[in-house]
């Protein structure tokens, strides 16, 4: 199986250590992106749940018409 699209891997040259750079550049890649990601989820998270307070406080609104 390769890589999901989204991961920007690209094969390094064989440097004759079974790989070990070529993952480790990887694993650094992927954590890398981890970190960015669950930063993004918090960030959209607070986004929704302000929007979610405004939305209530809107309809409550609408209803005690």
């Known amino acids: 199986a390769g890589w999901p699209g989204w991961i920007d891997v690209h094969p ?4 004759g250590d079974g ?11 992927f954590q890398d992106q981890i970190a960015r990601l669950k930063s993004q989820r918090q960030h959209l998270d607070r986004a929704i749940a302000e ?9 409550k609104k609408i209803t005690a018409r």
């Open 12 to 15: 390094l040259s064989d440097l």
């Open 19 to 29: 790989q070990a750079t070529q993952l480790k550049v990887a694993l650094d890649r």
């Open 51 to 59: 929007l979610q307070r405004a939305s209530d406080h809107i309809a």
